[in-house]
């Protein structure tokens, strides 16, 4: 009964109290094919409908009922959320329950991979994040419910679930796109794979000689295989790429530039070691096990990588040596020359002017043949190789096939010189002995000096 209406010459005015909700003009009434006083009864029929609905609405009962709701709904989200705390800590009894009777360990082949504590501390893991996932979800729902109950926040409820359901609808429409991706991604990485397959065989089949190409040794096969897979796994990363989500965003395309920038200024060094360990690889100076010297370091090869070599020492000291130092210096591969042509181990004596040359040789070459590792053919043989004031040199050089035992080699060959000189009687003149006899002791052991009262020792 507050709305009422109010007519003047021009217009007629709907009314409520001294306050005009609308008003109805002739022209109104003309593009609506009535008369003006008709439509501003309509109007006002209208805005007392909606006056007396919102008064519904907004009355006290329903206030309370939506408080009521409002309580409700909290009481519940608050009993589920006590149901999923007790069912998650049954399940956690019942994993720790699993882990002490049940669970054994996961072992690949002789390698413990997850014993059953790790095992047990994984599933409580995954127990928890279920449990977050579950209690999130709830208040997914829950929360816009409770701004939908009041007519105030209604619009904002709306806004809270869009914001939910928008990136969730977001993902699923992007991973079902993404399918036919995918299958191509898995296709060329699947063809890959078995070529690398492959590839392999046919390396394995080289480097075991049941395969033999002619100027391709077998120690290049697998370095050559591991050549190819990078080259095969680089095609493979181009290939795919343009498939990868997000690949033509300029964001994906910057942080790819950044990083190959970054790798391209801090690996100078390493990829002139790769580069020098490929080299190496086919130029084949040296394979692992071989005695070699590098500048002043003697050792065998253990190990050759990429990256490095690393050499044991005689005295066990792991020698760590750059690929790019070893192509800088030059290698002496004791091992390769011993095995195909015998490699020749010599040491240097100096023997009086008094002694006759030839007896100094056979001396020379019995205390060579003597020596445990000394091949006897080809021969030793003996090379004068200095004359000096007081005395003449000889060199005795012998064939050997075990580079590794070189050390112990020279040391037992040096032992015999001495007991096959001092047995003859005659002195080494190392170090120098120059006077005439004028009483002064000789330089042979004594045990080695024949005593008056004894046969001659022949």
């Not at 050792?299 to 790019?324: A, D, L, M």
């Not at 020279?410 to 047995?423: K, P, R, V």
């Not at 045990?447 to 020792?457: G, I, R, S, T, V």
């Amino acid at each position: 009964d507050s709305v009422h209406i109010f007519n003047s010459e021009y217009q007629t005015d709907i009314m409520y109290g001294e306050k005009v909700i609308l008003s109805v003009t002739d022209q109104d009434a003309l593009w609506l094919n009535t008369e003006r006083e008709v439509l501003a009864k309509k109007y006002q029929s209208v805005v007392n409908d909606k006056i007396v609905s919102l008064k519904k609405e907004h009355g006290l009962l329903q206030v309370v009922k939506r408080v009521a709701l409002f309580v409700l709904v909290l009481v519940v989200q608050y009993l589920f959320f006590k149901l999923t705390n007790y069912l998650f800590k049954k399940l956690r009894r019942k994993i720790i329950w699993l882990k002490q009777n049940k669970l054994h360990s996961i072992t690949i082949r002789d390698y413990e991979f997850l014993n059953t504590h790790r095992q047990g501390r994984i599933l409580i893991f995954l127990n928890n994040i279920l449990r977050y996932i579950v209690l999130l979800i709830q208040l997914m729902f829950s929360v816009p419910m409770l701004f939908a109950i009041f007519p105030q926040t209604e619009n904002l409820a709306m806004k809270l679930f869009t914001y939910i359901i928008e990136p969730i609808k977001m993902v699923l429409k992007s991973v079902i796109e993404y399918i036919p991706n995918l299958f191509i991604i898995i296709v060329i990485y699947y063809c890959v794979k078995y070529i690398i397959k492959g590839i392999q065989y046919i390396a394995n089949e080289i480097e075991s000689e049941k395969l033999k190409i002619t100027g391709f040794y077998p120690d290049w096969a697998q370095p050559s295989f591991n050549i190819i897979r990078f080259l095969l796994y680089a095609f493979m990363i181009a290939m795919i790429y343009p498939y990868l989500p997000g690949s033509d965003s300029g964001v994906f395309q910057g942080i790819s530039v950044f990083v190959g920038l970054i790798v391209s200024l801090g690996s100078s060094t390493v990829i002139g070691n790769i580069i020098a360990g490929l080299v190496i690889t086919y130029m084949r100076p040296f394979k692992l096990g071989d005695r070699i010297k590098l500048n002043e370091t003697t050792g065998n090869v253990i190990e050759k990588t990429p990256f490095v070599t690393r050499i044991r020492t005689p005295k066990n000291e792991v020698v760590t040596i750059p690929n790019s130092f070893i192509m800088s210096s030059h290698t002496v591969n004791y091992s390769a020359s011993a095995r195909q042509f015998g490699l020749i181990i010599h040491s240097t004596v100096s023997i009086g002017y008094d002694i006759p040359w030839r007896q100094v040789h056979q001396l020379l070459i019995d205390a060579a043949r003597s020596t445990p590792g000394v091949l006897p053919h080809p021969k030793p043989f003996v090379l004068e190789t200095e004359l000096q004031d007081y005395y003449p040199c000889y060199q005795i050089n012998a064939y050997i096939k075990e580079a590794d035992q070189l050390s112990q080699i020279y040391s037992d060959l040096h032992q015999n010189i001495q007991d096959t000189f001092n047995e003859a009687g005659i002195e080494i003149m190392s170090p120098h002995y120059f006077a005439g006899r004028d009483g002064s002791a000789t330089t042979i052991p004594s045990e080695y000096l024949q005593k008056p009262d004894e046969p001659d020792k022949k």
